[in-house]
C-alpha cells in the first residue's frame, strides 16, 4: 500500500526529511506492506516490503549453493571447427584478463561475482553477527550502495547477444549451468526487491524520536535517518558525518563526469572487438558492432546493444551536464523533471557494462589460435572506465543542491 507522508503536524508523529529534497514533513504509523513517499519529489521514505531475516538468510544460502555451479560451469557451448567449447562466466574473466587486461577484467569480475558474492556474504554476516555481538554497521552501510553494481541480469542479457554474434561460425547450445545461473539471478533480484534497509536499521540499531525543533533536523545520506548530529556531528544511528550538504559534490561529480567524458572518446574511436579469421583481421568499434548486428538481421540484439552502449552514456552526460548547469545557475523550474532524469540515468546507467560481458564470453567462446579468434580491442579500458566514472558521478551529485533555488518554507535549508 502507498502512502504519501504529509507536511502537516499529527500527534505523536515522526519527523522525517527527505534525502533527494530535503523538505521536512511527518510521518504516520505503518505497517510493514505500506510505503511512505515524500509528498514533494515523490522520492520513497519508507519501502514497503518487508523480509524477515529468516527468509532473507535462506536466499543467501540458496544463492552462495548456486554460485560454483553458475560461475565455473558453462553457461553456452558451441561447436566450431569440429570441437565442442564451453564458455562460462570464470573462464571469459580470465581470457580477459590473461589477455594483457587484468583491469578490464577486473571489472566484469567485480559487478558479477564480487557484488552477488558480497550480497550473500553480507547478509550472512547480519544474520550470525548480530548473534556474536559484532558492528553491524559498514555492512549495513555497503548494502546501501551494492545494488547499482550487482549486474547478473545485465551479464544474462550478455550471453544472448554473445550466442547471435559467434552464431555465425558455429552452432551454439544452452550450457549446463544456464538454469543455475537463471535461478542465481532470479534469486537476487528478488533479495533486493524484498531487502528494507530501513527496517534492518530499525531491528539493530533502534534510535529514539530526537527531541528539540524539527526545522533543524537533519537527514544522513548514509542510512537515511532524521535526527540531530551528536556532539562528533556524525549521525548518531550509522555513525557517518552529517552535512546539510555532501562536501564536495559538485567538484567530484565534475571530476568523474569530465574523466568520463574524455574517455568516451576513444572508447568510440577505436577498436573494442578484433576478430581474427583466416587470418584476416576485423576490427568492430562500438558503432559498426551495432551496425553489424542489424545488418545481419539481428534488429532487436542491436537496439539493445545501441541503446546501452551508444544511447545511455552520452544520456548520461548530457543529463548531467544539464543538472550540474541548472545547479551552478539557481535554476528554479522544471524542478520535479530534472529530479526524475537523475533517477532515471541513476537506473539506466549499469547496462552500459552489456558490451564488457559480451566481450568476456566472445572471449571464452572464439578462441581457435590462428584458424579463428576473438580479443579484445584497446576500446574496451576506455568504455568501461566511462560506464563505471558515470555511475560514480550520479552517486556522488547530492540531489538536494538541486532544490536549493526552490523557494519553500525550508528556506533556512536554502543557499
Not at 67 to 86: K, N, Q, V, Y
Not at 146 to 158: N, Q, S, V
Not at 176 to 185: C, D, E, K, M, N
Not at 200 to 206: I, S
Request: one cysteine or more; a positive charge.
Amino acid at each position: 500500500m502507498k502512502i504519501h507522508a504529509m507536511t502537516g503536524r499529527l500527534s505523536k508523529a515522526r519527523h522525517q526529511r527527505c534525502g533527494e529534497c530535503d523538505l521536512l514533513f511527518t510521518l504516520p504509523s505503518l505497517s510493514k506492506n505500506q510505503a511512505a513517499y515524500c509528498p514533494r519529489c515523490n522520492a520513497k521514505a519508507i519501502p514497503g516490503r518487508d523480509w524477515s531475516m529468516t527468509r532473507l538468510t535462506a536466499m543467501a544460502i540458496a544463492m552462495l549453493l548456486l554460485m560454483p555451479f553458475a560461475f565455473t560451469e558453462p553457461l553456452i557451448s558451441i561447436r566450431l571447427l569440429g570441437t565442442r567449447i564451453d564458455a562460462s562466466l570464470l573462464e571469459g574473466i580470465w581470457q580477459m584478463s590473461s589477455q594483457g587486461d587484468p583491469i578490464t577484467a577486473s571489472m566484469v569480475a567485480f559487478c558479477t561475482l564480487g557484488a552477488p558474492l558480497t550480497l550473500t556474504l553480507s547478509l550472512l554476516y547480519l544474520r550470525f553477527g548480530h548473534a556474536l555481538g559484532m558492528n553491524l554497521r559498514p555492512v549495513l552501510l555497503m548494502l546501501e550502495r551494492l545494488k547499482e553494481w550487482l549486474m547478473l541480469d545485465i551479464y544474462l542479457i550478455g550471453m544472448a547477444v554473445a550466442a547471435i554474434k559467434v552464431r555465425e561460425y558455429a552452432d551454439v547450445q544452452a550450457g549446463s549451468a544456464l538454469i543455475a545461473y537463471l535461478s542465481l539471478t532470479l534469486l537476487s533480484i528478488l533479495t533486493l526487491i524484498h531487502l528494507n534497509l530501513e527496517q534492518l536499521w530499525d531491528r539493530y540499531y533502534p534510535q529514539e524520536q530526537p527531541e528539540g525543533k524539527p526545522e533543524v533536523l537533519h537527514a544522513c545520506l548514509s542510512c537515511h535517518f532524521t535526527g540531530y548530529p551528536d556532539e562528533r556531528a556524525r549521525c548518531p544511528r550509522c555513525h557517518i558525518p552529517m552535512y546539510r550538504r555532501q562536501p564536495y559534490s559538485l567538484q567530484k561529480t565534475w571530476a568523474a563526469l569530465i574523466a568520463a567524458i574524455i574517455l568516451l572518446i576513444p572508447a568510440n574511436l577505436l577498436p573494442i572487438s578484433i576478430v581474427y579469421a583466416n587470418g584476416v583481421r576485423m576490427e568492430d568499434t562500438i558503432f559498426s558492432g551495432v551496425v553489424s548486428l542489424a545488418t545481419s538481421g539481428n534488429l532487436p540484439i542491436a537496439a539493445i546493444v545501441f541503446i546501452a552502449s551508444v544511447l545511455v552514456p552520452f544520456t548520461k552526460i548530457m543529463v548531467l551536464l544539464t543538472l550540474l548547469f541548472s545547479i551552478h545557475l539557481k535554476t528554479s523550474h522544471s524542478l520535479k523533471t530534472r529530479i526524475r532524469l537523475l533517477r532515471l540515468v541513476a537506473w539506466v546507467g549499469r547496462w552500459s557494462m552489456l558490451d564488457l560481458f559480451v566481450i568476456a564470453l566472445m572471449m571464452s567462446l572464439v578462441n581457435r589460435d590462428q584458424l579463428l579468434s576473438f580479443t579484445m580491442g584497446p576500446a574496451a579500458f576506455y568504455f568501461g572506465s566511462a560506464v563505471i566514472l558515470t555511475i560514480l558521478a550520479v552517486q556522488w551529485l547530492d540531489s538536494r543542491l538541486i532544490w536549493d533555488a526552490h523557494a519553500t518554507g525550508n528556506a533556512e535549508y536554502a543557499d
